[in-house]
């Protein structure tokens, strides 16, 4: 099974910039990051990449604002996130071993908080 570690979240302004940082033991057809607004939310998608021609997906949401990457080197996955709002706030996931965006993951991180205050 993937092991995968989070780090990155913390607190920001509105308007301010956080980066995610999601290593792993190997990468998978898809691996991206989700998040949970509130306990009890449906947990959604916000960014992925797959490994077959590298191709990446955002949400509609966050397009723009945020952007995935990876460090094969480093075995790291990546999301740097500018332009930050309140309704950003979240329990953010990593995920591997995942169809696709939808959610459907073999493999979750243990999640990172990110809060931005107004």
């Known amino acids: 099974q993937v092991q995968l570690e989070e780090s990155g979240g913390g607190s920001v302004q509105n308007g301010g910039s956080l980066r995610l940082s999601c290593t792993y033991s190997?990468?998978?057809?898809?691996m991206g990051w989700f998040r949970r607004r509130a306990p009890g939310a449906e947990r959604e998608g916000v960014a992925?990449?797959?490994?077959?021609?590298?191709?990446?997906w955002y949400a509609d949401s966050v397009q723009g604002r945020l952007t995935i990457s990876h460090d094969n080197a480093k075995n790291t996955l990546y999301l740097q996130m500018n332009d930050l709002s309140p309704e950003d706030t979240a329990m953010y996931y990593c995920?591997?071993?995942?169809?696709?965006?939808?959610?459907?993951?073999?493999?979750w991180g243990q999640g990172t908080q990110v809060t931005v205050s107004s």
């Open positions: 995920a591997a071993d995942c169809l696709g965006p939808d959610g459907v993951c073999g493999t």
């Open positions: 992925g990449v797959y490994n077959t021609g590298s191709r990446d």
């Open positions: 190997r990468r998978t057809y898809y």
